[in-house]
C-alpha cells in the first residue's frame, strides 16, 4: 500500500482545518481510501485505519506529489520521538 498526502486548495479549508488530503492506495491499484487529516501529526493514525481496511502495511509515503517520500518506519519513528 502507498499514502500519498497532498496540501487542500485554499478554497477547501475551512477556519481550522483540515489542511490536508491523505489517500491509501493498495497494491493493485484498484482500492482507494481517503481522509482529510489536519496535520501530519495525524498521519500515523491514518496509516493505521488504511492497513487495517486494506489488509496490508504501508511500504512508502509521499509528500505533495513527489516532493519528497518516507518509509513507514520513518513516519512511525518521528511519532515516538514527538511523544517522548
Given at each position: 500500500?502507498?499514502?500519498?498526502?497532498?496540501?487542500?486548495?485554499k478554497g477547501?479549508?475551512?477556519?481550522?482545518g483540515?489542511?490536508?488530503m491523505?489517500?491509501?492506495?493498495?497494491?493493485t491499484?484498484?482500492w482507494e481510501i481517503?481522509q482529510?487529516?489536519?496535520?501530519f501529526?495525524?498521519?500515523p493514525?491514518?496509516i493505521?485505519?488504511?492497513e487495517?481496511c486494506?489488509k496490508e502495511q504501508?511500504?512508502?509515503?509521499?509528500?505533495?506529489?513527489?516532493l519528497?517520500?518516507?518509509?513507514?518506519?520513518?513516519i512511525?519513528s518521528q511519532e515516538?520521538?514527538?511523544?517522548?
Open positions: 500500500m502507498i499514502v500519498s498526502i497532498n496540501k487542500l486548495p477547501f479549508i475551512g477556519p481550522g483540515p489542511y490536508y491523505a489517500k491509501a492506495v493498495d497494491v491499484g484498484k481517503t482529510m487529516v489536519q496535520s501529526e495525524n498521519l493514525k491514518f493505521k485505519e488504511a487495517k486494506h504501508c511500504v512508502e509515503v509521499i509528500f505533495h506529489n513527489g519528497w517520500t518516507k518509509t513507514r518506519d520513518e512511525f515516538k520521538a514527538g511523544h517522548e
